[in-house]
């Protein structure tokens, strides 16, 4: 078993920066990928940002695109999601998720759908202000 759990979030003025962080415990955790998704009050959730364990590879949705920066610290089984230039859009509860090797048996690695992820974190809280 695999747990995730997530840090880093809070209130914040736009034009702001927070910096989250989710940390993998368990003595499973191997995974390929990880990723950031986020949910808004009354919308569905939503992919954020991914990247490859290895680190050669980041996906992002296009409107986080040059303020958000993912990337992962193998040695603390950790990822992080750089936060810049908040707007109030980006307010939302957001997840971690990772994809264990060997867990997504489709023919595509498309990073930003919800059911390539086997494990997730129970979300923190971002909230951007006007």
């Known amino acids: 078993q695999v747990q995730l759990v997530e840090s880093g979030g809070g209130l914040v003025q736009a034009g702001g920066s927070l910096r989250l962080s989710c940390a993998a415990s368990?003595?499973?955790?191997?995974?390929?990928?990880m990723a950031w998704f986020r949910q808004a009050p009354g919308k569905e959730r939503e992919f954020v940002a991914a990247?490859?364990?290895?680190?050669?590879?980041?996906y992002y949705r296009d409107s986080v695109k040059g303020r958000f920066t993912i990337s992962r610290d193998t040695a603390k089984n950790t990822v992080y999601l750089q936060m810049n230039s908040l707007k109030p859009e980006d307010t939302a509860v957001y997840f971690c998720?990772?994809?264990?090797?060997?867990?997504?048996?489709?023919?595509?690695?498309?990073?930003?759908?919800?059911?390539?992820?086997?494990?997730w974190g129970q979300g923190t809280q971002v909230t951007v202000s006007s």
């Open positions: 990247i490859r364990w290895s680190g050669l590879s980041t």
């Open positions: 998720a990772s994809r264990s090797i060997g867990y997504y048996t489709g023919t595509t690695y498309y990073y930003n759908r919800e059911n390539e992820y086997d494990y």
């Open positions: 368990g003595r499973v955790f191997n995974p390929n990928a």
